[in-house]
């Protein structure tokens, strides 16, 4: 992501300072801003990164001065025991020297164990500084990368579902994109996410002061503790900061008032995106939460299920309607009424057509019982998305290999249902038998494992028809089970 982030960076066009009007213009959204925030992002890290190092270099001299202390405190203490406890009170003259050295050594540790402390202290609450404004950094970078005009368009649907689409799509509307409507930015939302932007940085200026505010009045608190007297910029700073924390105040007010302004004249105009970023949509409403869905909370299953499968799976949505419902010929015959210019002609046509062979095929007439079986497996397959999820789960399992593309696989399975070696002829079932009942291992051997032989290199039809079969008789055998046990 930071390699796509860099070179996009690097190869935005460079401006002269008269293309930036206003702070609300487009320009404001252009490709200088973006990477005037890029620079300052790269700068903010490594201050951070300064700060961590300087934390870890405290520690070590927090730890060396506590084993220094420790041993200064055993050595003064031991000193204490032989004259107090054993009763050695000739030693307490002799060693008033060695007692008095002990314990200035032992009072300087301490005070320079809680100097470092105090540092460390200090260097915590800029790590927390650095990181929220960091943080802040960040956001707005990446706000303006996702709504400004430098975005690039990530592909995030596989081939498999583009091809979906592309199976429902009319294409009988010529000249209009394929791809939708171009995502043009609106000047009025330019605005509004500048305007958003400039209120979180003067929150965030805000937010800053508060917090020097709150560091500078804990060092005088301790610099007045242990007799010290403050610095005169601590005292200066503490003198102006009511006049700039109204100062602060005010903007961010003033600011915020600009936001909704601009985003009820948004409304008002049609200018608001229907899926904004997450971070300009949680700016304009923050009961939104930490995460958005754009689906329906409670999706209906069936429909889920036949937009995942659309060959495969049964979905005769005209028994819906408010009339009185069709046949599936009925269907068809309206289907084909329809004008050749209607859009939806085609797709019709196409669903009708798949009803019809649904419904018929257990009315189709069939050789021998081997021949009906397999027509009420692809009845059953193609009436059951849970039947799909079953062979889509099992191809996955026994093949080994992810499904790229899923409109070609449903393709498949309904091409080589008929041709693969799961239809087998009546003459396979009749073998004798073993005592137990079962068929005889040979015999089952001769006969299964021709079909399952796969050639080490196979075109791209027969390496596609030989992975559906092999998924196709797991299929076929786990059914069959099913079946027999109910």
Known sequence: MTDVIVGKVSRLPQHSDYDVSSLTSTAHLGNKNVEQLW????????????????MANERKALRDLRRRKDEADNSFMNMLRLIFIEGRQGLLAASHDSIKKSFAEMQSLRFDYHWHESNYEKLELTLDDEEETLNNIETRFFSLLAAGSTRDDFETDSADESEEEEASKPHDLMGISRDGPADDTHPLWQDLVSAIGDLNNAREEHDQLLRDHGRHAYDIKIKTSVGSKPTAEEIEFMDEFPTEERKKREDVERLTDEVDRLRRLCEQKGAMKKHP??????????????????DDPQPDSK???????PELVSCPDFMLQEKFPPTVEQQLEEAEKLRSDDPSKRMRLHEAKKELDISTLLSRGFKNKSDFITQWLLHHLRTSPLAVELLYATFGYA????IQNRHRWQKDVLFHWWRDGAV??????IRPLTGSGVASPDRMRDTIQPSVIVEPLLPASASSKAVTEASGRAFSESMLLETAVH
């Open 39 to 54: 620079k300052e992002m790269k700068a903010r890290r490594q201050r951070l990164f300064l700060a961590k190092q300087n």
């Open 277 to 294: 970023p997450f971070i300009i949509a949680y700016a304009l409403d923050p009961n939104i939460g930490e995460d958005m869905s754009l």
């Open 303 to 309: 429909a889920r299920d036949y937009m995942q499968f």
């Open 399 to 402: 093949v080994r290999l992810r």
């Open 424 to 429: 087998r002829p009546p003459e396979t079932f």
